[in-house]
Structure formats: structure tokens, C-alpha cells
């Protein structure tokens, strides 16, 4: 927290930005504290489209949250239609490259011909306002037109990371009770087709709420296609009219649910709105990337996260943006594939997670250095804490000391971003994703809700509600109010921990739940141990994050097996491979150690702290005074890795 660490904005960059200086961001915050109402109001008339007004800006019973209530717009006619008649018309609006090299280049109004068509295609399967689709495909450029066409149509759409298993594609379309499974024959990834299809067929053997299958054809790979079910895309693409207009949803329509990990083995269903959530990707893109008509902009998530919903889709498409979009691994066919890209398209802003830049700085300064990247102007992060050396590293590496780096904190929960530097105005500190946006009042608060002094950690809240918060949890509003919003009365529970520093400047610490963090995505305990107990030879999981200097935390998993005669070594690797296939790739665990038994207290529960612990010093500290078993925590220690 030294002086030496921060940097301010350099002039250049505060000539240009939406938001100038200090006095710029710290007036926007004022007013927005000081009548929310008035703030969010004047923003949402100016950065949207209304078909019809709102009559309310914000209805607050707590939970319960309506912002614009009365108001119908459509997200897609607001991403689309509207630039129709604007000098973006012929602007490219998704620039997408293929792993294997191929492009495209979709501009507005093609866009909205791609969408138009395949929303009616969705309306002559017989879908309405209120079903839902699950969405199950590789980063192709019909991935965003699938979701725009729900969008169109009020269809709810719940995107399912390509990466996760038929078991896990399974449980979401179950929850849902889709409708339709929109897919591809296979995604590439290092230049290897993963099967998605299949995946599907597998899941759908206990779906019987799925009447339709649209597949696209993406790598060419066979596929079964079951008739009756299962139609090609293209064939219903061909024949349908480019007539499709946009409906007027409510604000408060439902515009997708997107699962992620709680603290049980079950995902939640977080739900977004309409209104609310738009309006806030629109303003984060203006305030935090300061994005300009001329921006080419690259976020490099993956579609399947909220950050490739809010920050490739939504964000963009609706603020007008040019939209790189990359199919593929970053390291295909060369560690140097992303910094291609930037001098190829001539990127102007870049947004990638701390796990990809560690890896980059793993792979040497000569991948980046031999590309002119000098097109970059703002270099931003998401999805945990970034490292100071990583971020140095970004810093003068990547940004040769010209382009500020934007921290963003949020989650798949709060929609947009929250708590991050405005560009032209907040001077940045490595490791802190620093101060709140307009309308967002953190805290750091103990258990009872009591704000901690300057520099003490505690948990991270939120006092009021913002337009793109989570309105609840698909079909368990329950859930929704006893995890968030009933810990510390009143007010939004993040999760997370966090310190606020002299400035003012927030320091995110991580979980304080049973939620690992593994390359950026949100992964629970339980449901890893879930998975393990599934196995036969299972008899009791717990498992528990691992600092990775890669991956940030890798999972790591203590089992106790039941009777019989077990080949360790051999059986360790298939309970590796089993959790992949229970979840998905992303979920494998990176060590399993066996024990007789695992560290519990005296009442059951087992002690998570000890095994964390365990793997990250290999010695056990501090109170064990409660553990029914000492025993067990010293053959656990002592216990080489099995893998
Ligand atoms: C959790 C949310 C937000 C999109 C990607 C992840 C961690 C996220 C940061 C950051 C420190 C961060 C938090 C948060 N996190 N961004 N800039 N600095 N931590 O979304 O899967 O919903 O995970 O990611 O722990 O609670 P998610």
C-alpha cells in the first residue's frame, strides 16, 4: 500500500475518458448516493430504448427488488435494432476468429438477419415468452446469436459451459425444465473436438421435458441425430423469414439463469432481469472500460460465465461496441495466440483473468514481445484477486507502462461489475480492485453487521440494491433470501472478505465460504464431495482449495474408501478422471489423498481448516482441541501426494 504502488491516470488518458479526474468519479458517486432514484432514472431514459415507460425507478422489499417497474424494452432490440438506424449500422459488431484460423465479421445489420431468423425459428418450434432454453455450445458466433434470439422472444436462457459433463448439463436442464437444447456438434480446443452432442444425447436420456434439439454444425464430427427431436440448424435456418420484431418485455422479464456454485453440492440458478441488468453492463462499459465508438474490444471469457454474458453479449452489443470473439484455447497453436490477435485486430482494450496472465508470464516475455500490441489503451482483470507481481507484469509487459488496468470485482450475483477504477480517474493500486461505481455502497462489516475500522478485513457487503443485482434463485426465492440477504439484516452478502484501506480502496481477500476458486470460476466444496461419493469405493469426501500459483487454488480432495482391497495409485487417477466426468474437465481434482478417516469435531463436522491446512504447509497448527481423532491428521500429513 506503499505511495511507490499507486499510478495515476496519465493525461492523455483523462482527456479522452467518460469520466475525468477525481472530482469526476466522486461527483457521479455523490449524486448517485444522494438520490439513487434521480441518478438511475436519468441514465436509463438516456442509455435505452423503452417501448413503454416505467412508472417506478425502484420498488425495494427486501428481498424483493423491481427497478423500472411498469417499463417494457427488449434486451435485443436495445443490442440490435437500435443501431440500425444509427452510423453503426455497418459497424462490425462480433470480429470472430476460429481456433483453427477461420474469421468472421458480423456487422449490425447482419446481425440482427441472424437473429431475426433464428428467432423465429425458436417461435416455430412453439416457444414463448417464458420457456427456457439451455444453450450448450462452443464460442462460435451463434452462440450470441442463440441467446439474443431468446432474448428477442422473452425465451429465459441458461448457458452451460461447454466444459462442464453431461451429469452437470443434465441437473441444469432438470432444474430448468427446458424446452429446448440448442447445441453444436463439437467445439475445438487445441485442435481436438470436444463432443458437445453427445453430451447432450446422454443428458437427455432423463429429460422429458426437452421437445427440441437444434444442433449447429461447427467442427463436422459425426453425430446421431434423432428424428423427430434433433434438427440441424442450417435446415431450419434456411427457410425461416428475417421478420422477427422484438417483443415488449416487462422490465422485471426474466432474461436468463445462469448456475453457479453455492456452499451445497446443488448450483443455484441465479436469475437476471431485463431492464435493471442492461442498464448497468451498459453504464460498467462506459465507466470502467471508457469505451469509445472507435474501441476494438476483446474480453477473452468464455460465454459460459456471467463475464462472457455481461461483458462479450450484453455490455457491448448494447453500448455499440466492436467485439472480438476467439473460439479456442490461448495457447493454440502457440503459447503467443492471444497477442496475435491484438495485432491482428488491432485491440484496443483487453480483459482476461489473473490465472491467463499467470500463465502468459510462465511462458516467457519473447510470446508477447514479438507482436505489435501497441494498439492497446486499457487492460482489465476479473475474477479473483490479482497478485501485485502479476499485475506488474501486465502492467509493463502487455501495457508497456501506457495502459491503466481495470480490477473489476462482482459475481455471477451482483451482473455487472461493482467495485472498480474508473480509468480516467481513480489512480490504481496492484492488487486492489479499488473503489465502488455510482450506486454501490460497500462495506466491511463483522458478524453483526457492525462496519470494521479502516484496514481490519471482515466480510464484504453491499448496504443498497443495484439494477442488474440477482433477483432470486431459479424456483428457491428461499435460498435467495437466507443466503444473501438474511446473514447481515438488510444487506447483501457477498461471500467474500475484504479490508478498505486509508483511500478508501477495497481489498478483496477471497472466499469465507465453502466456494474454491479455480482459474477464475467458482467451484464448491460440496458438490466436488458429491461427486466423489458417487463412486463406488467412496465411503466419505472432503475437499478443499489448494494455493496454485497458476490457477489461484486447485482442488484438493481427502477420501476414506470403503472395505475392500483398493489399488491406491490406480484408483486415485480414476477418481480424478470421475469428477470430470461428474462435472467437467475444469473440476479435476489436482491430488487425492486417502486417510482411515477424516478429521472431524466432536459433533461430526469435518474440519476443513485442518485439511486446508494440510495442503498448504503439509503441518497441522493451532486448535485441534476439538478433533475426535489426532491420529488421523498425522497420517494425512505425513502422506505423500498420490499423483
Ligand atoms: C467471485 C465471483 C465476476 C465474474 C467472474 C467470477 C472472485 C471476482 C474478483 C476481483 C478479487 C474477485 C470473488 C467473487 N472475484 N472478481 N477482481 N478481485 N476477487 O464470477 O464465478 O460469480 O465468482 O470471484 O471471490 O465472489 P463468479
Not at 502468459?360 to 505489435?372: E, K, M, S, V, Y
Not at 461489475?417 to 479499488?434: E, T, Y
Request: hydrophobic residues 40%; negative net charge.
Amino acid at each position: 500500500m506503499a505511495d511507490s504502488n499507486v499510478y495515476p491516470p496519465g493525461p492523455d488518458f483523462v482527456r479522452g475518458a467518460h469520466v475525468k479526474g477525481m472530482e469526476g468519479y466522486r461527483e457521479l458517486y455523490r449524486r448517485a448516493a444522494e438520490n439513487p432514484e434521480e441518478f438511475w432514472g436519468a441514465l436509463a431514459e438516456q442509455e435505452l430504448f423503452w417501448f413503454k415507460k416505467w412508472h417506478h425507478v425502484f420498488e425495494w422489499n427486501p428481498p424483493d427488488v423491481k427497478w423500472f417497474a411498469g417499463g417494457q424494452t427488449n434486451v435485443c432490440y436495445n443490442c440490435v435494432d437500435r443501431h440500425l438506424d444509427t452510423a453503426r449500422k455497418n459497424k462490425v459488431a462480433i470480429l470472430w476468429e476460429g481456433e483453427p484460423g477461420d474469421q468472421r465479421q458480423i456487422s449490425y445489420q447482419e446481425l440482427h438477419r441472424l437473429v431475426s431468423r433464428f428467432a423465429n425459428v425458436l417461435k416455430g418450434r412453439g416457444l414463448k415468452t417464458g420457456d427456457r432454453a439451455v444453450i450448450y455450445m462452443g464460442m462460435v458466433p451463434e452462440l450470441p446469436v442463440a441467446l439474443l434470439a431468446c432474448a428477442r422472444l422473452g425465451i429465459i436462457h441458461s448457458v452451460v459451459f461447454g466444459g462442464f459433463s453431461a451429469e452437470a448439463l443434465k441437473a441444469r436442464i432438470q432444474d430448468l425444465e427446458a424446452q429446448v437444447v440448442i447445441t453444436c456438434d463439437g467445439a475445438w480446443r487445441r485442435g481436438k473436438e470436444v463432443p458437445l452432442k453427445s453430451a447432450v444425447d446422454e443428458a437427455l436420456i432423463e429429460c422429458p421435458a426437452v421437445r427440441d434439439v437444434i444442433v449447429l454444425r461447427r467442427t463436422g464430427g459425426a453425430v446421431e441425430m434423432r428424428e423427430g427431436r434433433d434438427h440441424w440448424w442450417h435446415e431450419l435456418d434456411e427457410g425461416a423469414s428475417e421478420n422477427c420484431p422484438a417483443e415488449p418485455l416487462d422490465s422485471e422479464q426474466p432474461l436468463y439463469v445462469l448456475y453457479t456454485s453455492g456452499t451445497t453440492g446443488k448450483p443455484k440458478g441465479i436469475v437476471h432481469t431485463t431492464a435493471g441488468y442492461l442498464l448497468q453492463c451498459v453504464m460498467t462499459m462506459k465507466w470502467v472500460f471508457d469505451l469509445r465508438e472507435e474501441d476494438t474490444y476483446w474480453c477473452t471469457a468464455d460465454i459460459g460465465w456471467v463475464t462472457g454474458h455481461s461483458y462479450i453479449v450484453y455490455g457491448p452489443l448494447a453500448a455499440g461496441a466492436t467485439a472480438v470473439m476467439y473460439e479456442g484455447a490461448p495457447d493454440f497453436p502457440q503459447p503467443d495466440r492471444f497477442w496475435r490477435l491484438i495485432e491482428k485486430y488491432r485491440v484496443s482494450i483487453f480483459y482476461t483473468s489473473p490465472t491467463a496472465i499467470r500463465s502468459f508470464i510462465r511462458q516467457g516475455d519473447q510470446w508477447p514481445n514479438g507482436h505489435d500490441m501497441s494498439s492497446l489503451r486499457l487492460l482489465g482483470s476479473v475474477g479473483e484477486p490479482i497478485n501485485p507481481a502479476a499485475w506488474e507484469w501486465y502492467y509493463k509487459t502487455i501495457g508497456k507502462e501506457r495502459c491503466p488496468i481495470v480490477d473489476t470485482w462482482w459475481q455471477t450475483e451482483t451482473g455487472a461489475i461493482l467495485i472498480a477504477p474508473m480509468p480516467g480517474a481513480v489512480p490504481l493500486k496492484p492488487g486492489s480492485a479499488s473503489l465502488p461505481l455510482p450506486g454501490i455502497l460497500p462495506e466491511v462489516v463483522d458478524l453483526s453487521g457492525k462496519t470494521r475500522e479502516t484496514g481490519q478485513e471482515g466480510y464484504l457487503v453491499i448496504r443498497r440494491p443495484w439494477p442488474s443485482m440477482a433477483r432470486t434463485l431459479w424456483r428457491d426465492p428461499e435460498r435467495y433470501r437466507s443466503q444473501y440477504w438474511e446473514r447481515i439484516h438488510g444487506s447483501y452478502m457477498t461471500g467474500d472478505a475484504a479490508r478498505m484501506d486509508q483511500d478508501g480502496y477495497f481489498w478483496i481477500l477471497g472466499r469465507v465460504d465453502d466456494v474454491m476458486n479455480v482459474s477464475g470460476h467458482r467451484l464448491s466444496t460440496m458438490e466436488v464431495e458429491s461427486a466423489l461419493v458417487r463412486h463406488p469405493a467412496v465411503a466419505e469426501a472432503a475437499v478443499v482449495g489448494k494455493p496454485h500459483e497458476i490457477t489461484g487454488q486447485a482442488v484438493a480432495c481427502f477420501v476414506t474408501l470403503k472395505k475392500g482391497s483398493w489399488d491406491r495409485p490406480k484408483l486415485a487417477e480414476e477418481l480424478r478422471k470421475w469428477v470430470a466426468h461428474e462435472i467437467g474437465g475444469f473440476a479435476k481434482p489436482e491430488q487425492i489423498r486417502f486417510a482411515d478417516a477424516l478429521p472431524k469435531t466432536r459433533s461430526g463436522k469435518i474440519m476443513r481448516r485442518l485439511l486446508r491446512e494440510i495442503v498448504t504447509a503439509n503441518t497441522v497448527t493451532g486448535d485441534v482441541t476439538t478433533l475426535e481423532d489426532l491420529s488421523v491428521v498425522t497420517q494425512l500429513s505425513s502422506q505423500a501426494d498420490e499423483d
